[in-house]
């Protein structure tokens, strides 16, 4: 029976609980061909919960050239529906614009009608950029969706007996491994531990025991401050952190054991020391002036990040610029994904403001320009940008695979997780403290943000609890509430981040203050060992089941204080509940495939409890948890029409 006491047209769309809405997502179960090419025509999938109500007709709107098209969809199985509680239609779409924007048109039998598209379940029509998206570029390397990165800051990682032979430099404060990190200027910048990439190397060990993959290095060129974002080169590493040799020493050693490994680019600014800046400061005849936007004849005066004058901003109307650094095989991009350096791509700093100066806009020329040479050098390579709020307008997959940005999971996360604490601002919003969510609002922030990124984009978007530019997590977390906010960051679409010392348990009120040498010493303190084995068990179920990865995501609750939902594939369905509080939730039977399961259910990992009965699901917990069942995979309705009948409508 449907949950509507009236017809459907008639009810919003929140009247319906989440189990009992029609469902679509990028993954396999639902999209036939992941990264199709020009012309091909892909299956796409619908699931309806009968539950929903009875539906008479389903069509796909696509916009190809911006011009609108609907294509019947056919209903799967005999009767359209399957045993499980769900009925299941599919759609073939011909994929005739790089990305290919759809979604569906459900006509209840009771004369109302929905739209359904990447943000959820609308009762009006709905706007073009929240459509699920089909997307004909080169696709990422395969091994991004399933990577757990793990980010360092080079000079607070690990320091090799090599590093006492070396002289701090003029820029340099000095500072032992246990000090304190300096809060204030000139310390935040410009106080020295003298971690280098031998130290990383003898640290794999760790790495290896976490489960991690990827190895995400901030800027490893030689600078003026300990963070290097002031790049006074790009041809060489930092002779402070080994030089070249190290790097391919790390690099080697990283492959050897499985580790992909990119760098960090500064694409929008160099450093005031840069070559380049400085035989074109105050030198108009310069070749290198056309590099940097200048604010007058004598070329003194320029333009910088923020204001900042040790970071002049680069000027991407320059060919000369673009060859050099990023167009083909002799540019600094490609030098470093090559041989013997051969990393695996890189994340480009402040690629929100890269090209973009008041009425000019380069962004996507330079992206397009950085990853063309990538194709070119290693198609098996990513490239991940940095941007600070809403990054959907540039993440449709032309460039950049995914994104690493606050928006989508850190801030609602934060917001749902952390204590309500006075705060100089929230991830650069000016509001005094931390806002506190309910789950409810959790849901619909990361359900807002996502939806504007293609399927693949959102499976590359970087899941971060915390990084080198941010307070940590556990500053304004409890304890209890640690492996939930890491359990979702590790079964939410997209990469898991540990930013190097949160498994450690550290603190840090600002991103300079998180920059904190690692704590090795206290590896085997009782407190920190089980926090490190809470992260390797954590990442080591993500890795333990591919649905986690690259499966469907579906929202099955959400309340005050619990969020359930699936990730699931045709092999098989992974519930996870994450609760912040004691929580009881109750669900149809019909909402996963029990497989027979009837009574108690073991969890995977976790504490809370699920029994099925004559009820239904009931998903207890006592107080925060992060638990996680395995149940069988999804069964699809079967096609039974001809493939030969499987054209398009028109």
């Given at each position: 029976?449907?949950?509507?006491?009236?017809?459907?047209?008639?009810?919003?769309?929140?009247?319906?609980?989440?189990?009992?809405?029609?469902?679509?997502d990028?993954s396999?179960?639902?999209?036939?061909?992941?990264?199709p090419?020009?012309?091909?025509?892909?299956?796409?999938?619908l699931?309806?919960?009968?539950?929903?109500?009875?539906?008479a007709?389903?069509?796909?709107?696509?916009?190809?050239?911006?011009?609108?098209?609907?294509?019947?969809?056919?209903?799967?199985?005999?009767?359209?529906?399957?045993?499980?509680?769900?009925?299941?239609?599919?759609?073939?779409?011909?994929?005739?614009?790089?990305?290919?924007?759809?979604?569906?048109?459900?006509?209840?039998?009771?004369?109302?009608?929905?739209?359904?598209?990447?943000?959820?379940?609308?009762?009006?029509?709905?706007?073009?950029?929240?459509?699920?998206?089909?997307?004909?570029?080169?696709?990422?390397?395969?091994?991004?969706?399933?990577?757990?990165?793990?980010?360092?800051?080079?000079?607070?990682?690990?320091?090799?007996?090599?590093?006492?032979?070396?002289?701090?430099?003029?820029?340099?404060?000095?500072?032992?491994?246990?000090?304190?990190?300096?809060?204030?200027?000139?310390?935040?910048?410009?106080?020295f531990?003298?971690?280098?990439?031998?130290?990383?190397?003898?640290?794999l060990?760790?790495?290896?025991?976490?489960?991690?993959?990827?190895?995400?290095?901030?800027?490893?060129?030689?600078?003026?401050?300990?963070?290097?974002?002031?790049?006074?080169?790009?041809?060489?590493?930092?002779?402070?952190?080994?030089?070249?040799?190290?790097?391919?020493?790390?690099?080697?050693?990283?492959?050897?054991?499985?580790?992909?490994?990119?760098?960090?680019?500064?694409?929008?600014?160099?450093?005031?020391?840069?070559?380049?800046?400085?035989?074109?400061?105050?030198?108009?005849?310069?070749?290198?002036?056309?590099?940097?936007?200048?604010?007058?004849?004598?070329?003194?005066?320029?333009?910088?990040?923020?204001?900042?004058?040790?970071?002049?901003?680069?000027?991407?109307?320059?060919?000369?610029?673009?060859?050099?650094?990023?167009?083909?095989?002799?540019?600094?991009?490609?030098?470093?994904?090559?041989?013997?350096?051969?990393?695996?791509?890189?994340?480009?700093?402040?690629?929100?403001?890269?090209?973009?100066?008041?009425?000019?806009?380069?962004?996507a020329?330079?992206?397009?320009?950085?990853?063309?040479?990538?194709?070119?050098?290693?198609?098996?390579?990513i490239?991940?940008?940095?941007?600070?709020?809403?990054?959907?307008?540039?993440?449709?997959g032309?460039?950049?695979?995914?994104?690493?940005?606050?928006?989508?999971?850190?801030?609602?996360?934060?917001?749902?997780?952390?204590?309500?604490?006075?705060?100089?601002?929230?991830?650069?919003?000016?509001?005094?403290?931390?806002?506190?969510?309910?789950?409810?609002?959790?849901?619909?922030?990361?359900?807002?943000?996502?939806?504007?990124?293609?399927?693949?984009?959102?499976?590359?978007?970087?899941?971060?609890?915390?990084?080198?530019?941010?307070?940590?997590?556990?500053?304004?977390?409890?304890?209890?509430?640690?492996?939930?906010?890491?359990?979702?960051?590790?079964?939410?679409?997209?990469?898991?981040?540990?930013?190097?010392?949160?498994?450690?348990?550290?603190?840090?009120?600002?991103?300079?203050?998180?920059?904190?040498?690692?704590?090795?010493?206290?590896?085997?303190?009782?407190?920190?060992?089980?926090?490190?084995?809470?992260?390797?068990?954590?990442?080591?179920?993500?890795?333990?089941?591919?649905?986690?990865?690259?499966?469907?995501?579906?929202?099955?609750?959400?309340?005050?204080?619990?969020?359930?939902?699936?990730?699931?594939?045709?092999?098989?369905?992974?519930?996870?509940?994450?609760?912040?509080?004691?929580?009881?939730?109750?669900?149809?039977?019909?909402?996963?495939?029990?497989?027979?399961?009837?009574?108690?259910?073991?969890?995977?990992?976790?504490?809370?409890?699920f029994?099925?009965?004559?009820?239904?699901?009931?998903l207890?917990?006592t107080?925060?948890?992060?638990?996680?069942?395995?149940?069988?995979?999804?069964?699809?309705?079967?096609?039974?029409?001809?493939?030969?009948?499987?054209?398009?409508?028109?």
């Amino acid at each position: 029976m449907p949950f509507h006491p009236t017809p459907q047209h008639l009810q919003p769309p929140g009247a319906t609980p989440l189990h009992a809405l029609p469902h679509h997502d990028g993954s396999p179960l639902y999209v036939s061909t992941p990264a199709p090419s020009l012309g091909d025509v892909v299956t796409v999938r619908l699931r309806i919960p009968l539950a929903f109500g009875a539906v008479a007709t389903v069509r796909t709107r696509s916009n190809p050239d911006q011009e609108p098209r609907f294509d019947d969809a056919r209903p799967l199985g005999s009767a359209g529906t399957d045993a499980d509680g769900y009925a299941w239609w599919a759609a073939d779409l011909r994929v005739e614009n790089p990305v290919h924007g759809y979604r569906f048109l459900i006509d209840m039998a009771d004369g109302g009608h929905w739209w359904l598209n990447a943000s959820g379940l609308h009762d009006i029509e709905t706007l073009d950029s929240e459509d699920f998206k089909l997307v004909a570029h080169p696709a990422p390397p395969d091994w991004a969706a399933t990577s757990v990165m793990y980010q360092v800051f080079p000079d607070r990682f690990g320091r090799s007996a090599a590093a006492d032979t070396r002289e701090a430099p003029d820029w340099a404060m000095p500072a032992q491994w246990g000090d304190a990190v300096d809060q204030l200027p000139p310390g935040r910048s410009h106080q020295f531990y003298g971690g280098d990439l031998d130290g990383i190397t003898e640290h794999l060990d760790h790495l290896e025991r976490l489960g991690v993959t990827l190895l995400y290095l901030t800027p490893v060129f030689p600078g003026r401050s300990n963070h290097r974002y002031d790049a006074a080169a790009f041809t060489e590493v930092d002779p402070l952190l080994g030089g070249d040799a190290a790097l391919i020493r790390l690099v080697e050693a990283a492959h050897a054991r499985g580790f992909k490994v990119i760098g960090d680019l500064t694409a929008n600014h160099s450093g005031d020391g840069h070559e380049w800046f400085r035989a074109a400061h105050g030198t108009p005849a310069a070749p290198e002036s056309a590099f940097y936007y200048w604010l007058d004849a004598e070329q003194r005066d320029y333009m910088s990040w923020l204001g900042v004058p040790e970071l002049p901003k680069f000027n991407w109307t320059s060919p000369e610029l673009r060859r050099r650094f990023i167009e083909g095989a002799d540019s600094v991009v490609a030098k470093w994904l090559e041989p013997p350096f051969s990393l695996d791509g890189w994340r480009i700093d402040v690629a929100n403001m890269t090209g973009r100066l008041g009425d000019e806009d380069l962004n996507a020329e330079v992206r397009q320009a950085i990853r063309q040479t990538m194709l070119e050098v290693n198609p098996d390579t990513i490239l991940l940008g940095e941007f600070t709020n809403d990054a959907a307008a540039d993440f449709q997959g032309d460039a950049w695979h995914g994104a690493m940005t606050y928006a989508n999971f850190t801030k609602p996360l934060w917001s749902w997780l952390c204590r309500p604490d006075p705060v100089p601002s929230f991830f650069g919003v000016p509001l005094g403290r931390i806002p506190a969510h309910t789950g409810a609002q959790f849901h619909r922030a990361h359900t807002r943000f996502a939806a504007g990124f293609p399927w693949r984009t959102r499976l590359a978007t970087m899941n971060a609890l915390d990084t080198h530019d941010t307070a940590r997590f556990r500053t304004h977390a409890e304890a209890e509430v640690v492996p939930v906010a890491v359990g979702l960051s590790v079964t939410l679409p997209g990469i898991p981040v540990v930013f190097a010392g949160d498994e450690f348990g550290l603190a840090g009120i600002d991103g300079e203050h998180s920059r904190t040498p690692m704590p090795w010493s206290t590896a085997a303190d009782p407190e920190v060992a089980g926090s490190i084995d809470l992260y390797a068990a954590l990442i080591g179920l993500r890795r333990a089941h591919e649905a986690l990865s690259t499966g469907g995501l579906r929202w099955l609750h959400v309340g005050d204080d619990a969020l359930v939902y699936v990730r699931e594939s045709a092999g098989e369905t992974v519930l996870l509940l994450a609760t912040r509080a004691a929580a009881d939730v109750t669900l149809p039977a019909w909402v996963v495939p029990l497989g027979g399961v009837v009574g108690t259910l073991p969890a995977e990992l976790g504490s809370a409890v699920f029994s099925a009965g004559q009820e239904g699901l009931h998903l207890a917990a006592t107080g925060a948890s992060f638990t996680t069942w395995v149940l069988p995979g999804v069964t699809i309705a079967a096609d039974e029409r001809p493939v030969s009948q499987r054209g398009l409508a028109r």
